[in-house]
């Protein structure tokens, strides 16, 4: 789950500042350091610098809150190596902006700059839901402009901390249109409509959802008995094959016994013995420390075309 949403929100939040990494290139980057050839250097910064926002978020997810020290962090984390002025990374702005494409000027003075960023964190600390504090980070920090720039990527990742640490699914932002999120944007800086912002947040929450339960139904889930007797059924399973003997849940359920598995837990033990004898072949078998030989000539004599297996009831 963490490597994939280290690409995807890499690669879609990078993707709305217009950087031309596909998915595909975020990945060979993030996972083997290979840079895509022809891209300019500052996206590459760009997607790295999203890398290390998000492990950063996730590491620190339990002390992480809404406060200064927090934003401050991932702002700096984000802009690394990306503004004219390093100082300038992980601090409030001092100076005007402006803002490409509209008309609207965020307020240029020092003072207020922190006045309304303190308040805006304290308001969102006030509210319980989960959705809602994300969307009010991610509607009041590019309205502010508190930084000199990569204000948008630090409220579409702050937009997460809330949705972490009530373990929620996390907002990836892919396939959302980049025109759909300017204009969001844009309503809510020349006439403060949020209409547009809030139903792209519905749009791209649904989609993040169903891309992570089936990334996380394909995962499955760990086997509790494999998870807590994991050495006593590598014990089991060697000495059944090196033995010679066949599968049987009567069998395993009294080797388990042997070795000390209680009883209200030796039927499970046995079968899960049992599903992992059936599933063995030549790669896993190398797991139990058996020699090729050693399953050959067990599979040889209770692998598939031999006698039935089934478990005694």
Known sequence: M???????????????????????????????GQRAEGRDARETQMILNHKAAIELLVSESEMMGLNRSTLLGIHAALSENLLNDPADEGRLRERPVSITGTSYIPTAIPQV???????????AGRINDPFEQAF???????????????????????AN??????NLCPLSFVDVPEDAYT????????????????DLLVF???????????????????????????NELA?????????????????LRARGSGIGIPEADSGAFARTALRVLLGLNEGSASRYGLRPSE?????????????PTEPER
């Open 235 to 251: 014990a089991v399973v060697t000495q059944t094959v090196r033995s010679g003997e066949p599968p049987s849940e009567i069998l």
């Open 161 to 166: 901390i809330p949705l972490i640490r009530e």
């Open 2 to 32: 963490m490597s994939r949403l280290l690409i995807d929100l890499s690669w879609a939040s990078s993707r709305l500042e217009g950087n031309t990494y596909t998915r595909l290139d975020t990945q060979n980057l993030l996972e083997f």
């Open 183 to 198: 204009e969001g944007t844009l309503a809510v800086y020349e006439q403060k409509r949020i209409e547009l912002l809030r």
């Open 136 to 158: 009010f980070l991610m509607v009041q920090i590019p309205y502010l402009q508190p930084f000199t720039d990569v204000n948008k990527r630090t409220s579409r990742l702050a």
């Open 113 to 123: 700059i922190q006045e309304c960023f303190d308040h805006i964190l304290a308001c």
């Open 204 to 230: 791209a929450y649904e989609r993040s959802s169903a891309q992570y339960r089936i990334t996380r139904e394909s995962l499955g889930q760990p086997d509790p008995v494999r998870l807590r007797y994991r």
């Open 295 to 307: 399953f050959t000539a067990w599979r040889g004599l209770h692998g598939p075309g031999s006698a």
